[in-house]
């Protein structure tokens, strides 16, 4: 399998605090490689890392070959990096197809992508008046990551995306993420619960204090809790 | 297509609200014609001001020297340079322009208080410059343009700009123009990634949005804006001076544009509308009028928190603009 992403030696710091220590990994082309760890691992700052959101003091992100860590942090989504962050983070105050078409203006998209991003979403069909600030935490979490979808990425991230969510809820982006899977878009998924990474992801890499500890395949965690209370602390 | 329908409405709206102000000045009392007139330049001002404020969500106080740009730059061109008045008017558009475009540069590297604090600081080294080069300004005292020199010779037409019907008539011209400007702005990608921008800046900026650059847009729009009422107002009222660079007229938009509705486009009007005859009314009762004008303000807040049209918008009205 191809790397379409490939982090290298990467370090970072918040301020004076070096949070990721010389971090490589590396994600195929289709692949959902999902990120674990303890709170403070240094999960959710690789995603901020690759968006330029924490710039990066040593190392290199290379999307295919090109150098992310050159860029500027509103350069890279239109590379073909999308990012959906904890929390969601919508435009309150924006309608449901307002959010979508300030994500289709991004990358100068249409109707088809539009189409397509819906089709994923049909619930965001019968939504697309409504203000998103007022949709529930599953439609939010559909809406932001259907915005995120509208710019057609290579390169898919999201962070902790069924947090807070109902199992009904959990189901759907898990099923949605697996379709993604399918039209050639690479996932790295931050995630906390166990069973949404061993339905969803191919392959879990273990974080431990800013560093890429050990990369194995998801399958193989149900046979190897150990590896999952030594890293996680639950299992 | 509910969109599309909301779409006619605005516009509808927006020419019945044109063409009610085009027919009060065949109406309108002589006083409330000349209030009126003042008001609708006033209004351009705050129009520009709700460009950055209410739709890019930056707060500053600094835009009395956009006003002042215009003000000054068709004033002073046309007294000691001997420009005519529609080059005067250009003069003063183009000195707010680019005014704004260097201030927006320098003082877009901050945000929120600090932004706020910049172009108030900003805008007192204007306001400063036009009481140090008194020579050309003249100061407090200001200048006032000659009468002969504001009007435009068309053949064997001449527009007086003095005349109380051709002053209304240009001042709805202005404000026609800007009105629908805006209402462009509002209605296109430029102003939806001005609303994502205030809503959520770094949300933006990870869609791809070069945020700078837009806010960068958002500031020379707005001191255009600004500087189109200040070029206006030398030019329909004939006096130019520092009072209207001073941090007041920084404050009266904000407070015409919160009271109006931020982020509607008619807003700004109603609430420069309002608050001049509040003024108005009170100062004829009492000398302590700002204690009315005062109370008044936060009875329209309690009740209206988001302004008149913006809490009317959120309420009953969804398609208003």
Redo the contacts between chains.
Sequence with gaps: MSAVLTLSGLDCFYGEVQVLHGLSLELNKGEVLCLLGRNGAGKSTTLKAIMGLVPAKAGSIRLGDRELTALAPHEVPKAGVAYVPQGRRLFAEMTVAENIEIGLMARGKGKPTRDRVLDLFPVLRQRLGQRSGTLSGGEQQMLAMARALCLEPEVLLLDEPTEGLMPSMIARIRETISSLRGEGVSTLLVEQRLEAVLSVADRVCFIENGRARETVRASSLRDNPELVRRYVGVG | M??DTGCGKAIALHLVVIAGLFGLGFVLPEYHHGVLARVMVLAVFSMGYNVLFGYAGLLSLGHAMFFAAGLYGAGLSMIHLGWSAPAGFAAGVIAGAVLALGVGVLALRTTGVAFMIVTMMFSQVFYLLTLYFSVWTRGDEGLVIPQARRGLDLGAMRLDFTDPMTRYMLALGLFAIVLLLTLGVARS?FG??L??IR??E??????????FANKLSAVVVSGTFCAAAGAAYALLFGYVGSTFASVQYSIFPLLWVLLGGAATTLGPFLGTLFMYYVVDIASGYTSAYMLIVGLLLILLILYFPKGVLGTVRERWLRWLP
């Design positions: 509910k969109s990608g939806r990634v609303v994502a809503e959520n770094e949300r933006t900026k990870m869609l791809g949005y070069d945020t």
